[in-house]
């Protein structure tokens, strides 16, 4: 529990007021961000925000080939991956302290690690 006993009321409740403000802080951190996944030796990179959404998609002229769509559609799929799989990493690393910090509460809060 607390060295001493009982917790101060005010303190934890400082505490979590602090915690949140690190939250919004990092949520809005993470939409602001910008996040690349590349396919094809880079010829189509995806760059999505902290929070995966789609900004933009770069395709080099020389991944187009009007008779082979399919690859086209292969390397697009496989960048939007890879720049969401690298804004789910960002997100981890962003969110992943403030989610541990939630454990210290009295009791945690039931959270995966409190």
Known sequence: MFPGGTPDMQQLLQQAQQMQQNLLSAQEELAQAEVKGTSGGGLVTAVV??????????????????????????????????????AQALAAQKLGP?????????????????
């Not at 998609?57 to 720049?83: F, M, N, Q, S």
């Not at 403030?98 to 409190?114: N, T, V, Y």
Request: hydrophobic share 35%.
């Open 49 to 86: 925000n902290g929070v995966g959404e789609l900004q933009r998609l770069e395709i080099k002229p020389e991944a187009c080939d009007p008779d082979d769509t399919e690859t086209l559609g292969d390397l697009v799929v496989a960048a939007v991956r890879d720049a969401a799989g690298n």
């Open 98 to 114: 403030l989610a541990q910090g939630l454990g210290g509460l009295p009791g945690g809060l039931g959270l995966p690690g409190s």
